[in-house]
T-cell receptor
Framework: GESVGLHLPTLSVQEGDNSIINCAYS??????FIWYKQESGKGPQFIID?????DKRQGQRVTVLLNKTVKHLSLQIAATQPGDSAVYFC?????????????FGTGTRLLVSP | DVKVTQSSRYLVKRTGEKVFLECVQD?????MFWYRQDPGLGLRLIYF???????EKGDIPEGYSVSREKKERFSLILESASTNQTSMYLC??????????FGPGTRLTVL
């Protein structure tokens, strides 16, 4: 929604640049991670996911890197476009008795200038 | 494509009113979730359900209840709305995979 980004860190890039959005997670037992994109007035939209047995996964123009040693996750967007402007959230899966439970970061706002 | 719909995009209620937020998904997902989203706090889990008539408390269940009478529908109930429940409410569903699909959200204002 409109007020989601009031207190968010912001990354400003020029159209065509590559963007890197970072996320630190806290639970070393988390086994699954997701990146979501949320445009103003909309619900979060799935971008890409990665399991803890991988350190890199690529999608269309996006790459997720996972560093379990330092509990760090990053989302790389190649050739950033104005339509990529949104708030990006990482989420980690902390399973409780086998049931999925996603814990979300507070998000980063990406602003893309033409 | 998975579709998760929520009954209202914007809702304004008065303190003390009973509020119903409805969520429907069309992918036969077992799991459904209700979150609230507030600036600086991200998404916080209120309640979830992994089967019809089953429900479990999330991280912030106080002041809320839920109902899951049918697999496709998950309702969030505010028994007596208060101003601190002004927020964006997001419903999500998931199947066998952990990926959750979200609805568009309901922005609730309690006056």
């Amino acid at each position: 929604g409109e007020s989601v980004g009031l207190h968010l860190p912001t990354l400003s890039v020029q159209e065509g640049d590559n963007s890197i959005i970072n996320c630190a997670y806290s639970n070393s037992a988390s086994d699954y991670f997701i990146w979501y994109k949320q445009e103003s007035g909309k619900g979060p939209q799935f971008i890409i996911d990665i399991r803890s047995n991988m350190d890199k996964r690529q999608g269309q123009r996006v790459t997720v890197l996972l560093n379990k040693t330092v509990k760090h996750l990053s989302l790389q967007i190649a050739a950033t476009q104005p339509g990529d402007s949104a708030v990006y959230f990482c989420a980690e899966n902390r399973s409780r008795t086998g049931f999925q439970k996603l814990v979300f970061g507070t998000g980063t706002r990406l602003l893309v200038s033409p | 494509d998975v579709k998760v719909t929520q009954s209202s995009r914007y809702l304004v209620k008065r303190t003390g009113e009973k509020v119903f937020l409805e969520c429907v998904q069309d992918m036969d997902h077992e799991n459904m979730f209700w979150y609230r989203q507030d600036p600086g706090l991200g998404l916080r889990l209120i309640y979830f359900s992994y089967d019809v008539k089953m429900k479990e408390k999330g991280d912030i269940p106080e002041g809320y209840s839920v109902s899951r009478e049918k697999k496709e529908r998950f309702s969030l109930i505010l028994e007596s709305a208060s101003t601190n429940q002004t927020s964006m409410y997001l419903c999500a569903s998931s199947g066998d995979r952990n990926e959750q699909f979200f609805g568009p959200g309901t922005r609730l204002t309690v006056l």
